[in-house]
């Protein structure tokens, strides 16, 4: 057991519903976990893992 | 409109300035700022605004500070071609905050340059409830970095 930061306080998650999920791209690997309360959400965290780059190309001119 | 994935114009040429350092310790501070889905910070961002930012319980104007313990590398990868490269050296957490209405992007500024824009990063949308919203940052390397100018 373990207590979950919520909406309504700080709450033992074994009184609680968890749902967890991720999605996986080109772009990002993302999971999130929820806590729900007699069907309302009372905590949602997620975590992005960031995995695309921003590349600025450099180049140097020439002058022939 | 959308929120778009660049880094942005107005960056470039205030490279050649040198107007952004990100020398570790001795060099400038650069925060990371929530956008909602509804958003339009893109290339053509030049600074903070808080025009789209996400607001919420926990959330403070601005964003947070991004860890920088690493400077910039970089690196020659043959005679004529070669890479500089920065990452943040830490992830960027957002710590017990609500915010409720969908955000997919974070805006890397530079705080001690006037708020100057440095690159947008967008992700799946997202919500955060009573909980924390954390930013993983790719591994700094060469190939991987966040942020990467290369000569090829």
Sequence with gaps: MALVNTTKGEMDDSLLEKKEGFIDNDNEHTTWIEYWLEGDLVHRSAHVKLKKTITLSAEAASFN | ?152
């Design chain 2, 1 to 152: 409109m959308a929120n778009t994935q660049a880094m942005t114009t107005s960056f470039l040429g205030e490279l050649l300035t040198a107007t952004h350092n990100f020398t570790t310790g001795t060099g400038d501070t650069f925060k990371a700022a929530l956008y909602l889905a509804s958003a339009t910070v893109a290339a053509s961002t030049t600074v903070y605004s808080a025009t789209g930012e996400v607001s919420g319980s926990g959330y403070t104007a601005g964003g947070v500070a991004v860890t920088n313990g690493t400077s910039p590398l970089s690196s020659n990868t043959s005679a004529t071609a070669g890479v500089g490269y920065w990452t943040p050296s830490a992830s960027i957490t957002y710590t017990t905050v609500t915010l409720a209405t969908a955000f997919d992007a974070v805006l890397i500024y530079n705080s001690t340059q006037s708020d100057k824009a440095v690159s947008v990063h967008t992700f799946g949308p997202q919500t955060v409830t009573a909980g924390t919203f954390t930013l993983t940052m790719p591994s700094n390397a060469t190939s991987t970095a966040l942020l990467r100018l290369a000569t090829t």
